[in-house]
């Protein structure tokens, strides 16, 4: 198939374009940046040169290019303060609203049979009541923390806008949180080192519940949505989901750590603001029984226990997570 990748030199599009590649599909790569187009073109895209919130821009390259899938993998993450979540997110959250409905403009016009777009499993996307691990028929969070509600609102603003695409098979991925290569989730990088040092405290019980996946299982599944999945949400989550209380000491000992220092809540949210706070000690995670059952779709790291290193003592390479 022709497949239109927006976000193709991104975390998830590295290891999305080959995988697509090697599974014989003609893929066009889109990215803002003309210094991309060499490793573009190294992961075997056509590259597209386009900003995503430029309407004009996306209809002329998906227009080039032909497609009969279009995969969303915008986002603009870039250093986070919780404190002040959906300021950091907002050029994400245009990405999410804007962009998405862009993109579905540009895919009307060509009649794209599938529009596969990037959502969120993380972060409290998912009510923060009742049990502790969610599917997809579970209810979204109604009342977001303050510093959230931007951010939330475009996660709902880009999933409404492709399941409500009637002209096309819309596909929402739910990511649960992103660990390897290319994160801030992997040996050397922003959250690894921030454990590491011991600057990432377990605040209150740490009783929120995290879904972690890997980048290259989140790619997998991506690539079964796009060959052969129905129009709905899917969690594209790892088996394994677990308490911050039981990650980040795990995780803190494979980094080769003292234990993390504990935090009440009331102090945390000194620094880490209501949003930090909720993610720490209130998030629920989520179940991925739908994805391995329609997808078919087998995970090489079922637990962030084996991709972080934890399960087998081992300390990580310092070159990169376990095969
Ligand atoms: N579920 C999760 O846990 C989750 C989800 C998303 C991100 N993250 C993490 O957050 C960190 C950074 O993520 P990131 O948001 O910077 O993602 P990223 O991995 O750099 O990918 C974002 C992609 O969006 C593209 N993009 C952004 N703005 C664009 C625009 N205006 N026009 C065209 N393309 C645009 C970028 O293209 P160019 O730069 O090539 O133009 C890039 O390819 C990573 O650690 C990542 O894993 C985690």
């Known amino acids: 198939m022709r497949v239109f990748v927006a976000g193709a030199a991104g975390a998830i599009g590295k290891q999305l374009v080959p995988r697509l ?23 075997g895209a056509v590259p597209v040169i386009a900003d995503a919130l430029d309407p004009h821009q996306v209809a002329d390259a998906v227009a080039a290019a032909r497609p009969e899938v279009i995969v969303h993998q915008l986002t603009s993450i870039g250093p986070l303060d919780t404190r002040h979540f959906d300021r950091d997110f907002a050029l994400t959250n245009r990405l999410r609203t804007e962009g998405t409905d862009y993109l579905l403009s540009a895919g009307h016009a060509v009649g794209v049979r599938r529009f596969v777009a990037q959502s969120v499993a993380a972060y409290g996307m998912y009510a923060r009541s009742g049990g502790p691990v969610k599917t997809e028929a579970d209810p979204l969070e109604a009342t977001p923390v303050r510093d959230m509600r931007e951010t939330l609102a475009a996660i709902r603003h880009l999933e409404d806008a492709v399941l409500r695409a009637e002209w096309t ?155």
Do not use: C
Request: without cysteine.
């Open 169 to 323: 098979e819309g596909i929402v991925l739910r990511y649960g949180a992103f660990y390897g290569p290319g994160t801030s989730l992997a040996p050397g990088e922003e959250q690894f080192e921030l454990v590491r040092t011991r600057k990432y405290p377990l605040v209150g019980d740490g009783g929120g519940v995290w879904s972690f996946i890997h980048v290259a299982d989140a790619a997998e599944a991506t690539v079964a949505a796009i060959e052969h999945a129905n129009r709905g949400v899917y969690n594209v989550v790892d088996d394994d989901p677990a308490t911050v209380a039981e990650w980040l000491p795990a995780l803190a000992k494979t980094l080769g750590a003292k234990k993390p220092r504990r935090v009440p809540r009331f102090i945390a949210r000194l620094f880490a603001g209501e949003a930090g706070v909720m993610m720490m000690t209130e998030i629920r995670g989520a179940s991925n029984a739908k994805a391995k059952r329609e997808l078919a779709w087998r995970l090489v790291h079922p637990s962030w226990r084996d991709g972080f290193g934890v399960s087998s003592g081992a300390k990580l390479p310092a070159d990169g997570l376990r095969a």
């Open 21 to 43: 590649v090697a599974a014989g599909h003609e893929v066009t790569g889109m990215t803002r940046s003309e210094s991309k187009r060499v490793l573009l073109s190294q992961l």
